[in-house]
Nanobody, 126 residues
Framework: QATLTESGGGPVQVGGSLRLSCVLS????????VAWFRQTPNQEREGVAS????????AYGDSVKGRATISHDAGKDEISLEITDLRVDDAAEYYC???????????????????WGQGIQITVSA
């Protein structure tokens, strides 16, 4: 059974950067979407960035466009998310998520994603 293990995070400062990693284990079907979502209390999960594990196509949420980079290390099967120029609004619980797909585009729609990590809390201080 496939699992997602997240790492990274911790307290960061406004203007700084963060890097999160997600390792996909037990996923033998290569055509998968992997994404990062984030959520704050009383808010819906927001899509941050996605990547097609087989083809590498990426997508970004409007709130992080130009500041975020998602990448896939095929050797480690690790998906990394880096966000620069951090803002207070970037503070949230960040989740890695994945689903099998036959297509090449990975939409940032939480309902599509069937496999979720435990989440990592990110705090951003001024």
């Amino acid at each position: 059974q496939a699992t997602l293990t997240e790492s990274g995070g911790g307290p960061v400062q406004v203007g700084g950067s963060l890097r999160l990693s997600c390792v996909l284990s037990g996923a033998y079907y290569s055509s998968r979407c992997v994404a990062w979502f984030r959520q704050t209390p009383n808010q819906e999960r927001e899509g941050v960035a996605s990547i097609h594990r087989g083809g590498g196509r990426t997508a970004y949420g409007d709130s992080v466009k130009g500041r975020a980079t998602i990448s896939h290390d095929a050797g480690k099967d690790e998906i990394s998310l880096e966000i620069t120029d951090l803002r207070v609004d970037d503070a949230a619980e960040y989740y890695c998520a994945s689903y099998r797909t036959h297509g090449w585009n990975c939409q940032l729609e939480a309902a599509n994603y069937k496999l979720w990590g435990q989440g990592i809390q990110i705090t951003v201080s001024a």
